[in-house]
């Protein structure tokens, strides 16, 4: 049982480029979310989604796109990098109240 | 007004204190209270999850919930250093509602 998965862990992106972070989990939860986290803050919400196929947008979801085709994947992409999307992004799944965190992915755009 | 309010600290104690971590929140309708633990660099794990008011202990670690007050605590017993971490206070609503909402969280260092 690995749990939730992330991949890359770390990456370096130019202005303009595009590229999915991947999440996997493993333990069937229906809900899974994506957050990024800035140094010294807190994690805000990107994208969540309550099942295969539905989706819908966090706090803060503008310049990134997400799809739920399987319980298993939520993956998160990035089409258009700015430097101000230098930070840490953190996938968790839920079974309900309680959330599991991936080990995240550090990105940064030059 | 925040929905969730921490001290961000860094809350620093020497080894083997008695710890007292407090949030504050605005919400009536949260009925579900978890403390997150995130090390530096890594993502947050679930420490303690309660329902409703009243105590609830695990180890040397104690969450208390006050609704009447909107007040939550986590208390650490014989502190340790690898209880430096930031603790994240993180209370949510039931009947469907599917976000939980995280407060800052607090910077706690324990020095040997």
């Known amino acids: 049982n690995a749990g939730v998965t992330q991949t890359p862990k770390f990456r370096i992106l130019k202005i303009g480029q595009s590229m999915t972070l991947q999440c996997t989990q493993d333990m069937n939860h229906n809900y899974m979310y994506w957050y990024r986290q800035d140094p010294g803050m807190g994690l805000k919400l990107i994208y969540y989604s309550v099942g295969a196929g539905i989706t819908d947008k966090g706090e803060v979801p503008n310049g990134y796109n997400v799809s739920r085709s399987t319980t298993e994947d939520f993956p998160l992409r990035l089409e258009l990098a700015a430097p101000s999307q230098t930070s840490v992004y953190f996938c968790?799944?839920?079974?309900?109240?309680?959330?599991?965190f991936g080990p995240g992915t550090r990105l940064l755009v030059l | 007004q925040k929905e969730v309010e921490q001290d961000p600290g860094p809350l620093s104690v020497p080894e083997g204190a008695i710890v007292s971590l407090n949030c504050t929140y605005s919400n009536s309708a949260f009925q579900y209270f978890m403390w997150y633990r995130q090390y530096s660099r890594k993502g947050p794990e679930l420490l303690m999850y309660t329902y409703s008011s009243g105590n609830k202990e695990d180890g040397r670690f104690t969450a208390q919930v006050d609704k009447s007050s909107k007040y939550i605590s986590l208390f650490i017993r014989d502190s340790q250093p690898s209880d430096s971490a930031t603790y994240l206070c993180v209370p949510k609503r039931s009947g469907g509602s599917y976000i939980p909402t995280f407060g800052r969280g607090t910077s706690l260092i324990v020095h040997p």
């Open positions: 968790a799944s839920s079974p309900g109240e309680t959330q599991y």
